[in-house]
């Protein structure tokens, strides 16, 4: 049997009011590939904060070649030969791949001078990216790679520090299918020499092509470990869901009315190749699912012209609508609750009034001179309505709450007229009670007649309060479900590309 | 929000105060006319400065655009003997065409606002220069300029026409920057590009029109200009002034980040930094201390000012947890603290 490299035992992490690890095991043999699987939240991501240092675990022990580490720092972790390929790379694009390579590491020369060995550094790159096969130099400016090349610059920085175990954070979310082979072939080599991969990632797939053992986390816990010959999609995709939901949903008070938006055709410049279509009713929450990056973000992107649409058509009421900017969405009726609140859904300076009418504020003025007193009553009755939690409506946003800020987004639309409304990931970062009150509202508008598209990466939030579910896989809608159909399995299978009720476990 | 200047209001009278003090000439009411007339020429294209740096952008062409309309403006009024009015709606008209220029570089090329007036600079000082092969233009006698002239440099019961009408600028444009849709979007824009983007708002539009308006004001700011040198010599016209424009607007409180300042404030700031010069003379410092002053007093300006405010931003923050403890519910206690 081959050695143990990394063994985490009893591995737990609190943060005030959630446990994201509960004593969770983990062991790394030298030159394995170990999979590591579980849903958003299921508490990935704290691991490998713990494994890389930056986060010191509550209880539990880290071991790498047999010695404990009680308290493991970014500096020892690195030392003992852990190093991390980033789902967001961290490189410098303004510099070349050597640069990058080794920043902080630099080989001076010239002594007091301290100059930066340039083609020392590239001499030694050199043989780092012949041996990853990359098909670039070593003085290649980052900005001019493509995000698998940068990946292969993270994977050569690892190789650089010698490391042991590389950790792959969702390491193929935005790589071609060719490109993703190429890793693939990477981490075999990889392997070859020794080298351990823990690779994070949605795409059971991959993990069936490369993996040789496979853990599941699930609510910061492990479920399930899987050997090589046990891995097929369904006992993994069994073993990631499985937990309890909470029950969300609130039935409609009358069933969806006719007509409503209907994506007809659409092509998004995420996905010049795909057609999305794909249709709401008035009345009803539709739940867009899907993975991190299969397009849901630029579907609704699109659909409020912010990004130029390539094709087809949007149909209001079944008549098509011109909207080439958010005025004319706007105009339409057509709102968008964005990802990024603090970057695009308020002026985070401004006091809650001025977010709150910013959108109709030339509706309400006379010669184009703000109505203060309108203003000042807008802000007041929706601050009531939504329960808004500030000192006063003047209060900068930026002092509130995520909840709170999330309600003065949605304040900004409740005041106008809308009959279509996208939320995308409204709850993200929200507290409980929050949340509750957001799905609460989001209800209160459908049975308004309001036809709502709801995206969401929340498994709960999509089955809990959606009356329909629409699932997107790689710029395109994979399937819909009806409310009978919802599972998470049903949902996670077209996530992935699949089709619902497979005869048998598909491969 | 108006504690930024009433700060400077404090600090102006009391710089006049200490002042007037040493050498009683400051207060004198030549001095005091000689001075309004100086900030109601500087505060015009001020405020349009201002407004592009509201934006988050910035004018760095002013200077040179008076150079290049003043030398067409006196050609137009001597040379070519149009009747004025006529010349100075052409020259304020030239100037909102440079000003729309700048803008669609900037909100339609999206090129880098720094870049794109910088290049304005050069290439109007050089235009100015080629056109006039560097020759100063000038008015000679029995020209048809009497009543522009007048107008331009004249005074209503001793007070200067250029303060008068710079006091009437910034009612009106303190009206649109702070009361009307316009203003609110600029302010908006500055702070949040994305976000006023997301709300429907047609930010280059907004942007653009901030250029726009800074050319037309320097339009006008060459016709007064002009008469208050009474010639225009192409290679030394107005240098430097953009810079005087963007230290006036700083020192009022705007930033270089955008989406603050206000025209209280750039006004206010125009004023001290005439009184500074001024102060300069009157008090028999020598002359070639003129810009280390200035430099001092902007620097150490913006540097208190931004203490106070993170200082007042920790006081806020405590102050807010203070509230949250509290509880105050806008919605069970209707208006709340």
Known sequence: ?507 | MMKKELGLFVLLIVVSAITGAINPAFLSGVNLLNMANLIGLFGVFAIGEGLVIITGGIDLSVGSMFALLGVVFVDLLTKYEIWWPFCVLLVVAGGLVLGGLQAFLVTRLKMQPFIVTLCGLLIYRGAARYYTTDTTRGFGYGDEADTISDIASGSIFHVPNTFIFLIVLALVMGIVLHRSVYGRWLYAVGKNEEAARFSGIRTGAVIATAYVISGGLAGISTILLVFYTNSVSPSSFGNFYELYAIAAAVLGGCSLRGGEGSIVGIVLGTALLQVLQNLVNILGIPNSLNFAVMGTVILLGVLVDQQLQARRRLAAAAAGSARAAAAATLARGGQGA
């Not at chain 1, 709502?452 to 498994?459: A, E, L, P, R």
């Open chain 1, 1 to 507: 049997m081959a050695e143990t490299l990394l063994e985490l035992s009893g591995i737990t992490k609190t943060y005030p009011g959630v446990t994201a690890l509960d004593n969770v095991s983990l062991r790394v043999q030298r030159g394995e590939v170990l999979g590591l699987i579980g849903e958003n939240g299921a508490g990935k991501s704290t691991m490998m904060k713990i494994l890389g240092g930056v986060t010191p675990p509550t209880a539990g022990t880290v071991r790498i070649d047999g010695r404990e580490h009680a308290t493991l720092t970014v500096t020892e972790a690195t030392r003992a030969g852990i190093a991390f390929v980033h789902q967001e790379l961290n490189l410098f694009e303004n510099l070349d791949v050597a640069a990058n390579v080794f920043i902080g590491r630099e080989k001076l020369v010239g002594g007091p001078l301290k100059l930066v060995d340039n083609a020392g550094l590239r001499a030694r790159v050199a043989p780092l990216l012949k041996r990853l096969g990359a098909d670039f130099m070593p003085d290649t400016l980052v900005e001019n790679l493509s995000i698998a090349q940068r990946q292969m610059v993270e994977i050569a920085k690892a190789l650089s520090i010698d490391a042991r175990v590389i950790i792959m954070d969702e390491p193929t979310s935005s790589l071609t299918l060719t490109e993703t082979e190429r890793l693939l072939q990477v981490i075999a080599d990889l392997k070859a020499h020794g080298i351990s991969v823990i690779y994070i990632t949605h795409r059971l797939g991959e993990i069936m092509t490369c993996a040789d053992r496979v853990v599941v986390l699930r609510d910061g816990r492990t479920v399930g470990e899987l050997a090589r010959t046990e891995l097929s999609h369904g006992v993994m995709i069994r073993l990631m869901i499985g937990r309890d939901l909470k029950s969300l949903y609130i039935p409609p008070k009358q069933p969806a009315r006719p007509g409503g938006c209907d994506i007809v055709d659409l092509v998004t410049p995420a996905f010049p190749d795909r057609q999305i279509n794909l249709s709401v009713q008035h009345g009803e929450i539709l739940g867009l699912a899907g993975l991190v990056g299969a397009g849901r973000t630029s579907l609704a992107r699109a659909v409020f012209g912010i990004d130029r649409v390539l094709g087809g058509e949007i149909r209001l009421d079944g008549k098509a609508v011109r909207v080439a900017n958010p005025r004319d969405a706007i105009r339409q009726g057509i709102y968008l609750i964005p990802e990024d609140r603090k970057k695009s859904g308020l002026v985070l300076e401004l006091p809650i009034r001025e977010n709150v009418t910013l959108a109709s504020l030339l509706v309400h003025a006379r010669l184009w001179m703000v109505n203060r007193g309108a203003e000042q009553r807008i802000a007041q009755q929706q601050a009531k309505s939504l329960s808004i939690k500030a000192p006063s409506v003047d209060s900068q946003a930026i002092t509130l709450s995520g909840g709170n800020q999330q309600k003065v987004v949605l304040a900004k639309w409740l005041s106008m007229q809308p009959r279509v409304m996208i939320f995308d990931e409204p709850t993200r970062g929200i507290d409980v009670g929050a949340k509750a009150e957001i799905y609460a509202l989001m209800r209160g508008l459908a049975d308004r007649g309001v036809a709502i598209v709801m995206i969401s990466s929340d498994m709960e939030e999509v089955i809990g309060v959606s009356d329909r579910v629409a699932v997107m896989h790689e710029g395109r809608i994979s399937g819909m479900l009806e409310r009978e159909q919802f599972s998470e399995y049903n949902v996670l299978r077209l996530a992935i590309g699949q089709t619902l009720e497979p005869a048998g476990a598909a491969a």
